[in-house]
Structure formats: structure tokens, C-alpha cells
């Protein structure tokens, strides 16, 4: 609305500054006193500020509503992608999906505040334009109506050849990024088997791709530019032409023929600066149709947008139970009744019941691929699932949130930042920079928290203060397990989650280290939470209260 306002103005604006520059010259060639025609130029001086200015607004309207789009985009692009779940998301490329949500956005910068804004100007000026052309010389209006269809059908023919060598560009885009992600990833590898020099001169030749494309499309977007410059100018040529003639031979007055003059090329301009507008956006709507695909393409996950009801196959017998509750004020047994979990066509895990008792130790054990990873993902909400899932016999509804469980996953997650900040995940009261005496005193009692954490993670020597680098740079392996262990337990305790998940947390400790976490988390269970373990080592299962052994299915 706003845009569309400051549009009309800004044609006013134009025809005014028209109509004003006429009255200058035409009383100047009148020999009209400079006493006279100083109004007018004043007048004329304020047209050319007040312009300046509606373009100005213009460009931060465009702009302050691209990146409120942007960022709705790049929202709502987050959320499906959590809301399809890592499962989906570990089956596209990663560099393609990071392309796309970094570099594929910011793209979209020209289409929504240069392209867009364009062709709403267009709209509203070009008729505006011709029509004041029409009411003052019908000849000349009526040669803009004949010639300006021909600006669109020139955009028309060369849009689709610019989208086209576009949309190559893009795809060479993502093969330098995913390729580049793939060497880095492993560099360490390479290294070591001293192939290293093979993939610098693989990732030479995807750069030397990505530039020939780059220029390709340059070379489009200015010919494309060229071909309607040219079209505009012999547009605004014929129709001085035609002015000219007339005036020569005294059917037109000059005032009438310098004002339609004037506005012939300001009639034409919208229209092609939509097409050039439209070559610098070409790029951003190549990865829009990447972006769309991830927000509605549910075809690519029908089953992860909207998981299948747990209660769905096997309803309570109590009716009263299905209603909604909020698990995680409701202490109890972790129950799973007829529990069946599918990848696909497949069914990984086949009307499983179990109990996981609060205060006590369940480890999850089976062989290789046998569904633990799956079972955990399910729990998590990440992979659905059909049968009853209940905690303190309050049905747990599918799609909801766990804000009653803290995970801890075979990968640490660390990022760049102290072990504090990774071990609170963001929390506010890891900030150092606390100033108000509550948050200070906050931030001491969280501080004890992660100490304790860290401690009954077995990761009591990790000092919270060291700085990490990218992925947890500066940590052992199993130092970079304790503190992802840790992570879970501090959630536990500052938000009371009543079960704890630990996908394989000791798979790269020593035995001592082994036992100090154990320890730690027979601390955590004391508390009347429920601790669920997937291990298949001795010493864990020797100290479980419960073991589940998943079978794996045999077809026949």
C-alpha cells in the first residue's frame, strides 16, 4: 500500500517536473522577464527535491520490505525443515539445503526490492503516463499505445533465455558448494592418503564452471538491456519525429509538443526497467523454486509434515486419558504400547511394549541396524509412528512438543564458543555480560549447574571456560561426547525434564572415564527421572536397572 502510494506521487512528481520545465523554456523563448519565469523555477527546483525524496523513500519502503520477507522465508524454511525432521533433512545434500537457505535467500534481495516495487510502478505510472500524453496529443499517445507492447515482447524472448542459462548458474552454484563442503569435511583424509592435489583441481575445474556460467549470464543481462534501451529509444526517436514535423509546419505548439516530448521517455522507462530488474532478479528466483519446493512439496516427506496420531492404532481403554495433558508436569513410567515405527515401506520396529520407570537406568541394546536410532528418533517426535505412547498415563499427542525430554545424539553439536555456552545451548544466564544483580546471582547458580553437569557427565577436568572452535574444535572425541552429555543433563535440571535420552554416550571413553559417567548418571536417575541408555557395552548394561533388547525382524 505504501509502495503504491509513494508510486502515484512520484508520477505526479514527474508529470509536474514536465509541465514546469515546458513553462521554463516556452517563456524563455517568449522573452519573458526573469521575474516571471523565477516562480516557475523555484517551483521547478522543489519538483527535482521532492523527487529526490520519493526515490529515497521508494528504495527504504523496497528494501525494509524485502528483508521482512526474507526473513518470514527464512523462517517458515527453518521450521519445515525441523518439522520434517532430521531424518528427511539427512537424506537431501546439506550443502544444497545451506545454499539455498543462505546464499539462495539473500538472491531474492533484487526480486523483492527491486523487481517487484518495479512492476507496481509500472502498473500504476505507464496508463497514468499515456493518459496525460493522449489528453494533450492524441498522435503522439496513441504511437506509445502501438509501441510499447513491443518492450514486453522483447523481455518476454529474452526472459526465457535468461532463466534458462540462470538456472545453470545455479546448479553450478551448488556443485562448487557441496563440492567444496565435501573436501573440507575430508581435508584430514586427504591429507593422509595424499590425494589432497586431485581435489584442488576438481574444485578448480566446478569454479571455472561457476565463472563461465556467471559470465554468461552477464552477457545475456547486457545484451537483454542493449535490445530494449535500443527499442525505447527508436520508440521515443518516432515519436520526436513526429513532433518535430509538426511544429515545423505550425499544427502543434511547442509548449504542447516539448511537454509530450518530455514524457514520451518517462513512459518508457518503467517498462524497461522491469526488464532489467527482472534479468538482476533472474538469479533469486532460480533458488526460489528450490526454497518452494522445501515449504510445499510434501510428496518429498508425506508422512513428516503432520506425524501419524500415537494413539491412532491401539486407543486407551480409559477414554479419559486421551485427552490432552502436559507430560511434563506428570511424574511417572515412560510407557510404549504397540509401538511400530516405519523408514519408508519398511517396518524397523514392530509392536514394541515397553516401560521406562522413572529413577531407574534402561539401556537399549540390539544389534547393528536393528532400530535404536530409529526408536530414539520416534521418541523424539522425529520419524512417526503409530501405537500408544504415555508418560504418567498421560498421552503424549503426535507433532507435539517434548519440553519433558533432554536427547543427547551419537554427534556432540558443539559449536564455536566456551564449553559453558555449549553445555546451556544459548541460554541467557550463560551470557557473561550480566549487569542487574539478579542476573548475576542467576548466572552464579547456573554456573553451579553446568559445574554439575559437566561433573555427572565425567567431564568434571573440561573446564567450562575453554574456548571451542567450529564443531567443537579443541576437544577430544570423548571430551566432545561428555559435553553433549552434559548439555542434556543441565536441560534436565533447569527445565525438569523427566526422561533423558543418551543415543551411545560412552563409545569413545576409557574404562574410567566410563565409570565416572556412569556414576553420573546414576546420580541423575536418583533424582525420579527416567535415564534411557542405547549402549551396547558391558559396563553400561551391568549397571542398568531395565534392558531392552530389540530384535531384528526377519521377513519371509
Not at 515482447?153 to 546448479?171: C, D, E, K, P
Not at 509401538?339 to 544389534?367: N, Q, Y
Not at 553446568?450 to 574456548?467: C, F, H, N, P, R
Amino acid at each position: 500500500m505504501i509502495g503504491a502510494l509513494l508510486g502515484l506521487a512520484q508520477t505526479v512528481i514527474v508529470i509536474a517536473f514536465a509541465w514546469l520545465l515546458t513553462q521554463a523554456i516556452t517563456m524563455t523563448v517568449a522573452g519573458e522577464p526573469l521575474s516571471q519565469i523565477m516562480p516557475t523555477l523555484v517551483a521547478l527546483a522543489g519538483v527535482v527535491v521532492l523527487r529526490s525524496v520519493l526515490i529515497w523513500l521508494l528504495e527504504v519502503s523496497a528494501n525494509r520490505g524485502a528483508a521482512l520477507v526474507k526473513s518470514q522465508l527464512r523462517a517458515r524454511v527453518m521450521a519445515k525443515l525441523a518439522e520434517r525432521g532430521p531424518d528427511w533433512v539427512a537424506s537431501q545434500q546439506s550443502a544444497g539445503l545451506a545454499t539455498v537457505v543462505t546464499t539462495g535467500l539473500d538472491a531474492l534481495d533484487n526480486y523483492f526490492a527491486r523487481y517487484l516495487p518495479q512492476l507496481l510502478l509500472t502498473v500504476i505510472a505507464t496508463p497514468l503516463l499515456i493518459a496525460v500524453m493522449l489528453w494533450h496529443d492524441l498522435a503522439s499517445g496513441l504511437t506509445v499505445i502501438v509501441v510499447i507492447p513491443l518492450i514486453p515482447l522483447f523481455m518476454i524472448l529474452i526472459g526465457r533465455a535468461t532463466q534458462s542459462v540462470q538456472q545453470r548458474q545455479w546448479q553450478a552454484l551448488q556443485r562448487l558448494g557441496t563440492g567444496f563442503l565435501d573436501v573440507v569435511g575430508g581435508l584430514g583424509t586427504l591429507k593422509i592418503y595424499g590425494r589432497e592435489q586431485r581435489q584442488f583441481i576438481r574444485i578448480h575445474s566446478i569454479t571455472e564452471d561457476y565463472r563461465t556460467r556467471t559470465m554468461k549470464v552477464l552477457r545475456v543481462s547486457f545484451l537483454s538491456g542493449f535490445v530494449l534501451e535500443l527499442a525505447a529509444s527508436l520508440s521515443v526517436a518516432l515519436i520526436a519525429v513526429s513532433i518535430g514535423l509538426r511544429l515545423v509546419d505550425g499544427s502543434l505548439l511547442l509548449g504542447v509538443g516539448l511537454f509530450v516530448l518530455l514524457l514520451a521517455p518517462e513512459a518508457f522507462l518503467p517498462v524497461r526497467q522491469v526488464g532489467a530488474q527482472f534479468h538482476a532478479a533472474a538469479d533469486g528466483l532460480a533458488a526460489a523454486e528450490e526454497l518452494f519446493a522445501i515449504l510445499h512439496d510434501d510428496a518429498a516427506a508425506p508422512d513428516l509434515a503432520l506425524p501419524v496420531s500415537v494413539t491412532d492404532a491401539a486407543p486407551p481403554a480409559n477414554p479419559a486419558s486421551a485427552a490432552p495433558a502436559t507430560p511434563g508436569s506428570v511424574p511417572g513410567v515412560l510407557r510404549l504400547h504397540g509401538v511400530t515405527v516405519r523408514r519408508g515401506d519398511t517396518v524397523v520396529i514392530d509392536h514394541l511394549d515397553a516401560e521406562f520407570a522413572p529413577g531407574e537406568i534402561s539401556v537399549l541394546r540390539g544389534v547393528s541396524g536393528v532400530g535404536k536410532s530409529t526408536l530414539v528418533a520416534a521418541l523424539l517426535g522425529f520419524i512417526p509412528m503409530t501405537g500408544e505412547l504415555t508418560l504418567g498415563g498421560a498421552v503424549v499427542d503426535a507433532g507435539a512438543t517434548r519440553p519433558w525430554l533432554a536427547w543427547a545424539g551419537q554427534r556432540p553439536g558443539l559449536f564455536r564458543g566456551t564449553v559453558a555456552e555449549n553445555v546451556a545451548l544459548g541460554a541467557a544466564s550463560a551470557d557473561p555480560a550480566a549487569v542487574d544483580q539478579k542476573l548475576v546471582d542467576q548466572k552464579l547458580i547456573d554456573q553451579k549447574l553446568i559445574e554439575q553437569a559437566l561433573d555427572w557427565a565425567g567431564a568434571a577436568s573440561v573446564s567450562a571456560d575453554t574456548m571451542l572452535g567450529v564443531n567443537g574444535d579443541g576437544l577430544s572425541g570423548g571430551q566432545g561426547q561428555r559435553v553433549a552429555t552434559a548439555r542434556a543433563i543441565y536441560r534436565a535440571l533447569t527445565t525438569d525434564c523427566r526422561v533423558i535420552i543418551l543415543d551411545e554416550p560412552t563409545s569413545a571413553l576409557d574404562a574410567d572415564t566410563e565409570a565416572d559417567l556412569l556414576a553420573g548418571l546414576r546420580r541423575l536417575a536418583a533424582t525420579g527421572r527416567a535415564v534411557i541408555v542405547v549402549s551396547h557395552r558391558p559396563a553400561v548394561i551391568a549397571v542398568a536397572d531395565n534392558v531392552i533388547e530389540l530384535q531384528e525382524l526377519v521377513y519371509v
